[in-house]
Nanobody, 120 residues
Framework: QVQLVESGGGLVQPGGSLTVSCAAS????????MSWFRQAPGKERELVAY????????NYKDSVKGRFTISRDNAKNTVYLQMNSLKPEDTAVYYC?????????????WGQGTQVTVSS
């Protein structure tokens, strides 16, 4: 059974830093690309960052480039999103995502989300 559990959200002041984590289980973690999405109130969920299974390739939403870093520890089945120079517009629920090919189709799996609030 695929499970994704996020942690590490919280309240941080503008300009501050925060790292959120996602612990995965139920699949071969090192073989699967992982992503972080976020959803702010009244807005659609958007892709923030992506990392391949081996961690060799990453990609970021333009507005977070240079401020956010996605990484993974395949020995711990965990993916991280380090967020620096946070802005109020980064406030959202952050979700990790795994897309798995099961039963002859692609399936998206999500965690429960972790709230990140950037405010003074």
């Amino acid at each position: 059974q695929v499970q994704l559990v996020e942690s590490g959200g919280g309240l941080v002041q503008p300009g501050g830093s925060l790292t959120v984590s996602c612990a995965a289980s139920g699949f071969t973690f090192s073989a699967v690309a992982m992503s972080w999405f976020r959803q702010a109130p009244g807005k659609e969920r958007e892709l923030v960052a992506y990392i391949t299974g081996a961690g060799s390739i990453t990609n970021y939403k333009d507005s977070v480039k240079g401020r956010f870093t996605i990484s993974r520890d395949n020995a711990k089945n965990t993916v991280y999103l380090q967020m620096n120079s946070l802005k109020p517009e980064d406030t959202a629920v952050y979700y990790c995502n795994a897309r798995l090919y099961i039963h002859s189709r692609w399936n998206d799996y999500w965690g429960q989300g972790t709230q990140v609030t950037v405010s003074s």
